[in-house]
């Protein structure tokens, strides 16, 4: 009798796929955004409410989140993974962290402005003038395009930029 092909959700002996944990990240992450937009009103689909998109891309994140878990298996398995760039991940993650304190305190602009300085400059490395070009060209911009044509708050720091 041959053997019956391997379930999308059944791993080998190799233990648990990378992708497949990967996946199943991604739909806790989505049901975690879900349980939190809970307190916010979806509206309906004519007068949507604050809380009708963020609850659209977390169903979003969930499928695709299921899709990599169960048609996903073509990794290495995860305990095999070398974490070669887990430092560089772990800087990224504490720049992100700076950014989102320093948010409130010298506003938007600036503290975009500074992420971006040191993400392309000191992470990524690129031309200074490059950087400093898309950092304050960014900074501008999205500012502009967020705070002033969509007329969403955004902080502006103590000198009021």
Known sequence: MPESPE???????????SDRFSGAVLI???CWIAWLNLEFPLGTLADPGPGYVPLL????????GLLVALFG??????????WTEARRALV??????ALTFALERIG????VFAFL???LGVIERKHPLAVLAVAAGFSIVSFHVVAVMLGVPLPRGPWGF
């Open 57 to 64: 891309l977390a169903v979003g994140l969930g499928v695709i």
């Open 7 to 17: 379930s999308p959700l059944q791993e080998d002996s190799r233990g648990l796929k």
């Open 108 to 111: 938007y602009r600036l503290s």
């Open 28 to 30: 806790a992450l989505a």
């Open 92 to 97: 990224i993650l504490v720049a992100c962290a």
């Open 117 to 119: 300085v040191f993400f």
């Open 73 to 82: 298996g073509g990794s290495e398995p995860l305990r095999g993974i070398r």
